[in-house]
């Protein structure tokens, strides 16, 4: 990143100085390594501010991760402003002064620096920050921050809510009170719907409302936010049939009980002076409850991707911003299937990776969070579907695989071709919390996952 960005100054702390000095033989232009402790000690000069115009460059902002190395995203000052005006509208979070923001985000992503901080500052919001280290080790502490300083609005990805789901004792909840929670925002990575129901559900009894939850869709490419489900309404969710999806990419609703089916959560529309379309192979219009790539145009899309001209000129097209990511509109309102990258086809069926992610999740024995599915091509055959994941050690390993390979077959109709069972630290996340899917495939493919169980 420090190569791409041509960076000559890095601000850090006095832990991590030491190996920024070691990279500069490897970026020669990098020219300073500055303590943020000393930058605090100088004195504050005279002289004028200098005023930007709104097309100079605000930033540069390096994505996760999650599915290919960081790239650069290079945002204007008009930018930003017009996506912290969008979403902290009347259209979105009508947000202002008697509002009080709560966020244990990294700002260094743009959901902590810009949702949650600048987009604070902009509405004269106060906002309470902690680390999300913090948040990890203890999830209590978010909620007790929100109860404590009568936070209005906060977000999270779903494994925020998973974490304080699966972590919080009921004792937790004595003295809770979430009664002002207002928006209880979830997105930055595809949203599980179960999981909201059982947040909703467990902290009810401290006031929380499912009415507060609002799923959202967006991309660091578009500064943050690019739709918001309505304010004040629970989650709208789809029962969808799997089979419909796989085969045709038709968004059917699930007729009866008894057919196997996908849960999908509605992200709301996009905001007013922003479009947003979905589209085939062709870049053709595709009419609703048709699964295609969402395409993004509007004042909040990226300048470009920072010193990647061919890659920019991939990414946007005509003006419309095309961001990978599958989805399809139903009464208006999107709802998002995954990564166009991410999709695995066996016999000319396509599968989510993360909806067999969350079946294999609710296996007994899995640690939640770290399973990773994906497809090794294999000539003549389509995809092998291998599931890469970290078990708890309460479950032996032959039941464990067996009952996963059940799970999924039930579901989907599925054979899941490998079980890789890994130690505790395998599978990696990003900063930003999400599965590094596209490098645990590539540590399987070199073999470096060895406990691999095969199918008899």
Known sequence: MLRLARARAVVTSASLAPGFS????????????????????????????????????????????????????ALRHRNVAANIDAFSGPHG?????ADVAVSWLPLYHDMGLVGMTIGAVHTCSPVVLMTPQA?????????????????????????????????????????????SWRVAGCGAEPIHAPTLAAFARKFAPAGFRSTSLLPSYGLAEHVVAATFAPTGRPPRVERIAADAVAIGGVAARASNENIPTVEVVSCG???????????????RLLPERLVGEIVLAGPSVMLGYHRQDDLTAQTIRDGWLY?????????????????????????????HPQDLEWAAGG?????????????????????RVVIVLEPNGTVPADVLTDSIRRRISDRFGL??????????????RTT?????????????????????????
């Not at 200098?50 to 540069?60: R, Y």
């Not at 961001?323 to 599968?351: H, M, P, Q, S």
């Not at 024995?365 to 055959?381: D, H, N, P």
Request: hydrophobic fraction near 40%; include cysteine; aromatic fraction near 6%.
């Open 22 to 73: 070691r990279l500069r033989d490897q970026c020669p232009e990098l020219q300073a390594v500055l303590l943020h402790a000393e930058l605090d000690a100088l004195p504050l000069t005279g002289g004028e501010v200098e005023q930007p115009s709104l097309d100079d460059l605000a930033f540069v902002q390096f994505t996760s991760g999650s599915t290919a190395t960081p790239k650069g995203i």
């Open 93 to 97: 979070l009508d947000a202002g002064p």
């Open 135 to 179: 948040f990890v080790k203890r999830p209590s502490d978010w909620l007790r921050a929100i109860s404590r300083y009568r936070g209005t609005i906060s977000f999270a990805p779903t494994f925020g809510y998973d974490l304080c789901v699966r972590r919080l004792k009921e004792r937790d909840l004595d003295g809770l009170d979430l009664s």
């Open 269 to 283: 529309r996009p905001f007013p002076r922003h479009l947003l379309r979905i589209v085939g192979a062709d870049s």
């Open 323 to 351: 961001t990978g990511d599958l989805g399809y509109l139903a009464g208006g309102e999107l709802f998002v299937c995954g990564r166009a990258k991410d999709i695995i086809i066996v016999n000319g069926r396509k599968y």
């Open 363 to 383: 296996v007994a024995g899995v640690r939640r969070g770290r399973v990773v599915a994906f497809g090794v091509s294999e000539a003549g055959r389509g995809d």
């Open 415 to 428: 054979c899941v071709d490998a079980v890789a069972l890994v130690p505790a630290g395998t599978v990696g």
């Open 432 to 456: 930003s919390g999400k599965v590094q899917r596209a490098a645990t495939k590539a540590r399987y493919e070199r073999g470096e996952l060895l406990d691999v169980q095969e199918p008899v």
